[in-house]
């Protein structure tokens, strides 16, 4: 259990619908990061946030957006939904921004039918 | 930009049989290097990191790896698999300055254990 804890476990929604993943950090961990894996484009960075401030962001579409928030959990939003967003998500937590370790959570399997 | 292959998708070995999974990088600057190993329906587990000092490496689960930087590698290896080690293994990159902390990882090499 890396202490990451992400939610939920599984969705399963419609092409054009909006969702929110949650991932609560580590406790102590300041730093939070998305992933996204799916099978064409295999594990890839979206965005890195650090104490509530956006620090980097990688291939993230227009259509998602994140935040985290003073409690230090954050939310990946995920809108207008297409059959290619379906991939696993992943958050990670690391103490400083400098993020040397990054510790997964169990990720959210995102289905969009 | 940095990048990172993992040549190999697939690698099936016996039982107790020794394994590497190998990892070559590309990148402009110095970067810290990392294998992760994901076990099926799971997240991703820190298996071990290179981050300066000795070239060798040593993890969880009897994993080790050697930084090679004239060959820009880092390769996996262990001396006997076990039916456990069944996972894919991921080997990432990171830069670690301003904006790019972000971990560049490979495509992944599936690991099957033969009974």
């Known amino acids: 259990d890396s202490g990451v804890t992400q939610t939920p476990k599984h969705l399963i929604t419609a092409t054009g619908q909006r969702v929110t993943l949650r991932c609560s950090p580590r406790?102590?961990?300041?730093?939070v990061y998305w992933y996204q894996q799916s099978l064409d484009q295999g594990l890839q960075f979206l965005i890195h946030y650090y104490n509530g401030e956006e620090r980097a962001k990688g291939n993230i579409l227009e259509r998602f957006s994140a935040q985290q928030f003073p409690d230090l959990h954050s939310e990946l939003n995920l809108s207008s939904l297409e059959l290619g967003d379906s991939a696993l998500y992943f958050c990670?937590?690391?103490?400083?921004?400098?993020?040397?370790?990054?510790?997964f959570g169990p990720g959210t399997r995102l289905t969009v039918l | 930009a940095q990048s990172v292959t993992q040549l190999d998708s697939q690698v099936p070995v016996f039982e107790e049989a020794p394994v590497e999974l190998r990892c070559n990088y590309s990148?402009?600057?110095?970067?810290?290097l990392f294998w992760y190993v994901q076990y099926p329906n799971q997240g991703l587990q820190l298996l071990l990191k290179y981050l300066s000092g000795s070239t060798l490496v040593k993890g969880i689960n009897g994993f080790e790896a050697e930084f090679n930087k004239s060959q820009t590698s880092f390769h996996l290896r262990k001396p006997s698999v076990h039916i456990s080690d069944t996972a894919e293994y991921f080997c990432?990159?990171?830069?670690?300055?301003?904006?790019?902390?972000?971990?560049?990882f490979g495509t992944g090499t599936r690991l099957t254990i033969i009974p």
């Open positions: 406790s102590g961990d300041l730093s």
């Open positions: 990432a990159v990171l830069r670690g300055d301003f904006g790019n902390e972000k971990l560049t």
């Open positions: 990670a937590s690391s103490v400083l921004a400098g993020g040397v370790e990054q510790f």
């Open positions: 990148s402009s600057v110095s970067v810290y």
